[in-house]
Every structure is written in C-alpha cells, then in structure tokens.
C-alpha cells in the first residue's frame, strides 16, 4: 500500500475537465515530480493533495487515510507556494514558528525545532530579518524551512525554483534534494522545467491536457518516451516522418525520403506510417559520404560544453549535439556525413502531430 | 563615458556647464499644480488665518487690528469645548464603526467572483453618486417622528422614539456618508495580497478567523490607517449631516463656524474656530498615523 495514493481524481470547471481521471501512488520518502506545459493540469492536482481545489470524483489517501473531502487545515501538509507566500509582517523565525503555533506545540519546544529547521536551510543568522529584507534563494529557503518544521508527511512544491535565476536555480535544485535526502519527507514537486524535475526526482509524472500521459524514472522518460508529445516536450529532439519498408521479427528499415533507415522496434508492418525520433546527441557526424545520411552545416551554435548544429540534408533540418572535445568543429556550410547506432531510435506510430519544424522545437 | 564626451564637448563652450544649470523640468511639471494649489488652497487659508487674528465690532460689524481675544475665547469657553469634544468624539465613533462594518465588507468583496463582484462595488460606490444633503433628508425623513421606523416602532408596541437631532443619528449617517471611504483603500490593499498567503496559513492548521486575525489584518493594516484618516478628516470637518440632523441644539465644529459666519457675522470668531479645527485634525491625524505606521513600515516597507 502506497504512502500517497491518487485514484482516478477528476476535476471538472464547468464543461471544462482540468484533470481527467489521475492516478498516482507515492511511496513513502519517494520524490515525485509533475511535469507538463502551464495548462496540463498539473497545479490543479496538487492543489487537490493539498485541500485547496475539491475533486470532482476520485479519491485521494494518505497512510491509508481517506482525505479526500479533509479540510486544508486539518491536513498537516507542508506546501512551498510558487510565490513562497510568506508573511510579510513576521519575522523569518515568526514565519517558521507558525506552523508550530497553529500546532499547538509548546514554546520551549518551538525554539529549538525552528532553529533546526533555519539551520537546515542554512538560514540561521537570519532569523530576525523581515521576509522583504531577503533575496529570492533566501526567500525560498525560508518556505521550504516553514514547510518542514512541521514535520509534515507529505510536503509539496508548487514550481519552487521559478522565481529564482538561473545559476541560483540549479544550485537550489540540488539543496532542495540533499536537504529531502537528509529529512526522508516524501515530496510531490510540480514544475514546467524538465532539467528541474529529472534532476531531483526518483520519478517523473508527465501530465498532458489534465491526463497523465506517463509515469517513470527520469532517464526512461527520456529514453524512451511513450508519446510524440513526450519526446518533443522533454528535451531536444529530431522527429523524422518515414514508412516502414520491410519488417522482420528483430527490427524494421524504415524510409526517410529515400534514405533507408534500420530500427530495431519489432513489431511494425510494410507500409505502416511513423515518425522517427533521435535526439540531437546521439547523431555523431563523420566525414562527408560516409555514415547514413550526408548533408551541409546550416548553423552551428558554441554552448561551452557542448557544440549544436543544424544540419541541412535529404529528411529536412536535423539538429546535432557533439561535446566540445576540444577538437576543431565542423565549418558553417561544410558537408558532412550522419551516422547513429539504430538501438538509439524510438519509433512512433502515425504521422507526426505538426509540421516537422524540428530545428525550431527548441524545449526546455 | 568617453565616447559620449565629444559629443557634448562642441555645445559646452557658450553655454554654462550642466553642473550649475538649474534644471528647469520638475518647475515646469510640477508648476501648474503648484499654482492652482497656492490660489485655490493656501491663499484662503492665509487669509482666514490672517482674518482670525481680527478684532470685531458687533456694534458696526467692523472688522480690522489685532487680537487673540478670539482664540483665548474659544479656548476658555465650555460651550466650544464641548463643541470640539463632541465633534471628536462623533468622528472617532463614525470612524471605529466604519472600521468595524468596511473591513469585512472589503474582505468579502474581494472574496467574491466578477459578476458580483462588480455588482457590490458599484453598489457600495452608488451612494456617492446622490448628494450629501439630498441623503440626509432621506435620514430625517426616515427617522422623524412620523417616519417609517417609528411608525414601525408603534406598531411594535415599543412607542414613539426621539430619533431625529441625537448624536447617535448624525454617527449612523456618516458613517452611512463615509463607508465607501473606508471599505476602498482596504479593498486596493487586499487587491494587493497574494492570495496563496492565505493559503499558506490554512495549510499549516491555522483556522480561517486565525488566518485573517494573524495574517490577512496585519497586511491590510496601511489601507484600514487610510480609509480611516479619511474618514475621520471628514466628519470631523463634516457640515451638511450635523446640520441637517443634529438640529439646532446638536452643534459640530463645522455648524459653529457657518453660525459664527452667517447668523453672528463675527467672520474672525468663525476663522478661529476654523483655525483651531484644521489645527486639531491635524494634530490627530498625524499622530495617529505616526502611532500606526511605526508598527509596520520596517515589516511591510
């Protein structure tokens, strides 16, 4: 029996359904994050965890616990809001005392735990400052402190780095899992940002138009995403509209305007219609007619760690990531040859959603 | 820096150095205000004051010298004081009554979603749309002795009540006159709130009359000090309602001044008791305002 359990939670506004039969289990200390694009829903559902939105159906339990129709306030989750929403006329040390105010914990005991927590978020020499008298990272620390201190069973993060700038960003990403580590709580994170959520999570929930479209560890999701829109919302991705040509029991070669491409998905049919998605690192380019499939340097774009290209070819505009080695990289307008181990292939049924305007589907 | 130095360099000769110019802009921009304030404001409040300090005749209604006679009266006399006491006292309770009924009335509009929403602020707007004394005749009508109310109040069997010229009904008409003063600026400042703060204290267990008294009041505190330092100003300085339903005997600082002006002609008695009301409202005011906003200014900014 799962710590946190999700079953078929619906939320409907009007004819509007903001999330469609979701379902979700938690393990206890487990660290799990909804993904999607702003809209998918993703907010709503925590915000029924959370006791703030009522489920149309479905039922949500904690530690065997119906909660489903339990009050906010009687639920004892520790939540870190988007905007922090700490209280401006409190002091840090107020702010985190709080919850064990409302708790009815008595004041000697008050004291140390807040200062634990403050210490935790290394926070402490600024315990008597004013919310306003902070930065944003500090900000934050103090809601993740507020959250903790209470000891909640569940604590749950609605888009916690957002506000933050980007180097900040991603040092807080790690605090924020070291300091979960380090206190077990078992935590349900909502975010946009895929780097955010495959970095901390032990799983990843990806939500699309109110449903769940998958749920998996970070690097199967993006090894093997189960839908296009996974693949092309989850990092950097080719996608490449081909038919299939011949099929056996072991794999597949599939056409690519002319080009033949092998797979190794099994169970395809002559003629069948997919599309084809390779992500930008596992194209290596070679030199020019050898390989797979040739083609010129549109552009190329200097990342520090990392070289992107756009490469002109035969199947349209393919992006390529090489790690900067060192090496000398490939002139804009040169030609060069394409290669990839077919293992690195993911095939999607059906012909692609959109226009194939990959060099432009920069996500993430 | 260095390449904008040419630049300037070729205009600089004639002209005096940017440093010692006087910069013309904010005189310009801030001269039409300026002005209009000084002629529509000042300029009579100088000569009321300048007028205050003039003896009077009542013989020949003359006017003119120096006194301060007119202040020490006002001053000694018991029938000011209790003027100015009763004034205060009036404006502190429309004000504490406008707090009390305005601030949840706030919180609720702000609770509420658009369609009514707009419905109740227009409808707590409505009443300034209708004159002052054109509502206090709608009171005194309401309340005198063949009105509604005690027409109700027979009927009861309670009897007939003296409803009419009490202090109690000039309170319950300004604050009829002063709510919308009052529930605004707290409505802009809970505009301002973030409503997940709310949130937050819900989630921690706080109950809901907790997390307005602990986190939402505190926050909205600037806007209640406003809408009350309106309010106050006011109906301490308010004419038409003690006029109209104060009566004769009822007087509020406002309705000496006009007596003092209109029925004695004594123009420097009523500059003085002008003088000294503007004096007093400003004295309260701003340590009222001292008192409050040293609670909160470190914490809110």
């Known amino acids: 029996m799962s710590f946190l359990e999700l079953k078929n939670i619906t939320k409907r506004y009007g004819p509007l359904t903001a999330v469609g039969d979701v379902s979700l289990s938690v393990e206890k200390g487990e660290f799990v994050s909804l993904l999607g694009p702003s809209g998918c829903g993703k907010t709503t559902t925590l915000q029924m965890i959370a006791g703030f939105v009522e489920p149309s159906a479905g039922t949500i339990r904690l530690d065997g616990r119906d909660i489903t129709r339990a009050k906010a306030n009687s639920r004892g989750l520790g939540i870190v809001f988007q905007s922090y929403a700490l209280f401006p006329h409190m002091t840090v040390f107020d702010n985190v005392s709080f919850g064990l105010e409302m708790q009815r914990v008595a004041r000697g005991e008050r004291k140390p735990r807040v200062e634990e927590a403050l210490s935790l978020v290394h926070l402490s020499p600024y315990a008597k400052r004013y919310p306003r008298e902070l930065s944003g990272g500090q900000r934050q620390r103090v809601a993740l402190a507020r959250a903790l201190v209470i000891r909640p069973p569940v604590l749950l993060l609605d888009e916690p780095l957002s506000n933050l700038d980007a180097k900040l960003r991603e040092a807080m990403q790690f605090e924020l899992r070291e300091i979960q580590r380090k206190v077990g709580t078992t935590t349900v994170m909502v975010t946009h940002d895929q780097a955010e959520a495959f970095s901390i999570s032990d799983r990843v929930v990806v939500m699309e138009a109110g449903r769940i479209t998958q749920i998996d560890q970070p690097y199967r999701i993006y090894e093997h995403p189960e839908t296009e829109f996974i693949s092309r919302f989850v990092g950097k991705t080719n996608l490449l509209p081909g038919k299939v040509v011949t099929a056996t029991g072991a794999g597949a070669t599939v056409s690519l305007a002319g080009i033949a491409v092998p797979v190794e998905t099994a169970d395809l049919s002559v003629g069948e219609t997919v599309t084809l998605c390779i992500r930008p690192e596992k194209l290596h380019l070679t030199a020019p007619s050898s390989g797979l499939l040739t083609g010129r340097v549109a552009d190329r774009f200097f990342l520090g760690s990392q070289w992107l290209y756009h490469i002109d070819g035969p199947v349209g505009t393919l992006m390529v990531v090489t790690p900067n080695d060192g090496s000398t990289p490939a002139e804009q307008g040169a030609p060069v040859g394409l290669e990839w181990s077919p293992s690195v292939v993911r095939v999607h049924r059906g012909a692609m959603a959109e226009a194939p305007d990959v060099a432009l589907e920069v996500t993430g | ?301």
């Not at chain 2, 006679?69 to 504490?96: C, G, K, N, P, Q």
């Not at chain 2, 409505?187 to 949130?199: G, I, N, R, Y």
């Not at chain 2, 509020?252 to 004695?264: E, I, P, W």
């Open chain 2, 1 to 301: 820096m260095s390449a904008a130095l040419p630049e300037t360099a070729p205009a600089a000769p004639g002209d005096e150095t940017p440093e010692r110019r006087f910069p013309t802009a904010p005189l310009f921009l801030s001269g039409p205000a300026a002005l209009l304030f000084a002629a529509l404001v000042l300029t009579p409040l100088f000569l009321t004051a300048l007028l205050s300090f003039n003896q009077f005749d009542y013989a020949t209604g003359r006017t003119g010298g120096f006194t301060l006679e007119h202040y020490l009266s006002v001053v000694t006399d018991e029938y000011y004081l209790e003027i100015f006491l009763r004034t205060f006292r009036i404006s502190a309770l429309a004000t504490a009554i406008c707090v009390v009924i305005g601030v949840p009335e706030a919180y609720i509009l702000s609770r509420m979603t658009n369609p009514w929403r707009s419905i109740f602020l227009l409808v707590i707007l409505a009443p300034l749309l209708v004159s002052v004394v054109v509502r206090a005749f709608g009171w005194s009508m309401l309340l005198g002795p063949e009105g509604p109310v005690n027409g109700a109040l027979i009927a009861l069997g309670i009897g007939r009540m003296k409803l009419l010229y009490t202090e109690g009904t000039v309170v319950v008409a300004l604050v009829h006159v002063m709510l919308p003063f009052m529930v605004i600026p707290v409505w802009t400042s809970l505009q301002k709130l973030d409503p997940a703060v709310e949130q937050a204290a819900l989630s921690f267990g706080a109950s809901r009359a907790t997390a307005i008294v602990r986190v939402v009041a505190p926050q909205i505190l600037p806007g209640i000090l406003s809408g009350s330092l309106i309010v106050f100003g006011l109906s301490a300085s308010a004419f038409a309602i003690p006029g109209l339903l104060g009566g004769r005997r009822l007087k509020m600082v406002a309705t000496v001044v006009y007596d003092q002006y209109l029925s004695d002609l004594n123009w420097p008695m009523g500059a003085a008791v002008a003088v000294i009301l503007l004096a007093a409202n400003l004295i309260i005011m701003l340590t009222y305002h001292r008192m409050v906003e040293g609670h909160y200014r470190r914490r809110l900014g």
